[in-house]
């Protein structure tokens, strides 16, 4: 049987540019996977970005699509490239090929979860990290780019919002330099994957629905926004990472007692920014 590698929620009618995409909220942790790794239940959850394809399911109401992974992160990582693969982990991999995101044991097929936890006891076989890549990094990202296409041609322009969540303890460092904790960080590779006033769109939604947010700091976007990110073809990117503390229980994996209400928070935020392709003098026009 064929497995899944994604979900794509579309809108009965597409009114606007943007495009939503939760490439970590995967949650379809397959037997064979949890045989596989040393780690309980809720230890492998820990780098999932648990519960945010909710907070961004109103897009469809909207007139915006929203692609969500099925795949877990612990499993495949969709924000690295396919090339980034663990020599410490996969058999057959050159170490010429680390950078210090795979040096860290956060390949495209990851060796550890959130603290440097290890998922597995020993490597993997080169086939079986293939195998992932093939059956579901590749279809979710040739989805991703279809639907993008799809809306630069409906729109002429696309806007990606990659769609993420942090430990709180990934702020921590932000909050002892600037006096504040942010709930949003914007990732726009320093305004690299995306046109000024498009950043300055999505800040805005965030911070008119009570979010304090920053750029760039400690997150400016992985793979998917340096990918997706080409302002001059006329296709945006925009990572956005949400504290998690803000709306589940880090440690039980489980929406805590402000669930709802952030995500009420969250409609008015997809509301805002699915504005972006529906104001009648486009924003960044090529």
Same mark, same amino acid.
Request: proline share 5%; aromatic share 8%.
């Given at each position: 049987?064929?497995q899944?590698a ?6 009965e ?5 943007v495009?939503?995409a ?5 949650r379809?942790?397959?037997d064979?996977?949890?045989?596989a790794s040393i ?20 897009a469809?109401?909207f007139?915006?699509?929203?692609l ?5 992160r ?8 396919p ?8 058999e ?9 995101r795979v040096?860290s044991?956060?390949g ?7 603290n ?9 076989p ?11 990094w590749?279809?979710?990202?040739a989805?991703l %780019?279809?639907?993008l #296409?799809? $809306?630069r041609? !409906?729109?002429?322009?696309? *806007?990606?919002?990659d769609c993420h969540?942090m430990?709180?303890?990934?702020l921590d460092g932000v909050?002892q ?5 942010p709930h949003?960080?914007l ?8 046109h000024?006033?498009i950043v300055?769109?999505?800040e805005?939604?965030?911070a008119?629905?009570?979010f304090d947010v920053?750029r760039?700091?400690?997150?400016a976007?992985?793979?998917?926004t340096?990918?997706y990110?080409r ?5 945006h990117?925009? %990572?956005?990472?949400? #504290?998690? $503390?803000?709306? !589940?229980d880090e440690?039980? *994996? ?6 709802d ?5 969250m ?11 529906k ?8």
């Amino acid at each position: 049987m064929t497995q899944a590698a994604y979900r794509l929620f579309e809108p009965e009618k597409r009114t606007s540019c943007v495009v939503f995409a939760s490439p970590h909220s995967g949650r379809s942790y397959f037997d064979s996977f949890k045989s596989a790794s040393i780690l309980d239940e809720l230890t492998i959850r820990s780098s999932e970005d648990a519960f945010v394809d909710h907070l961004f399911d109103s897009a469809q109401a909207f007139g915006a699509p929203l692609l969500t992974a099925l795949a877990p992160r612990a499993y495949l990582d969709l924000n690295r490239s396919p090339e980034e693969l663990d020599p410490a982990l996969i058999e057959g991999v050159s170490r010429s090929r680390q950078n210090p995101r795979v040096a860290s044991g956060l390949g495209v097929i990851p060796r550890v979860v959130a603290n440097g936890r290890s998922i597995y006891r020993g490597k993997l076989p080169h086939n079986e990290a293939m195998r992932r890549i093939s059956t579901f990094w590749r279809p979710y990202h040739a989805r991703l %780019q279809g639907v993008l #296409d799809e $809306s630069r041609q !409906m729109f002429g322009k696309a *806007v990606l919002i990659d769609c993420h969540s942090m430990p709180r303890e990934a702020l921590d460092g932000v909050a002892q330099s600037s006096g504040q904790r942010p709930h949003i960080v914007l990732g726009d590779r320093f305004g690299a994957a995306a046109h000024s006033e498009i950043v300055d769109h999505v800040e805005s939604a965030f911070a008119d629905a009570g979010f304090d947010v920053v750029r760039n700091t400690p997150f400016a976007g992985a793979y998917v926004t340096q990918t997706y990110g080409r302002p001059a073809r006329g296709q945006h990117a925009i %990572q956005v990472e949400i #504290d998690r $503390s803000l709306y !589940m229980d880090e440690h039980l *994996v489980r929406p805590n007692a402000n669930f709802d209400q952030f995500r009420g928070q969250m409609r008015q935020v997809v509301a805002k920014l699915t504005d972006i392709g529906k104001q009648k003098q486009s924003l960044a026009a090529e």
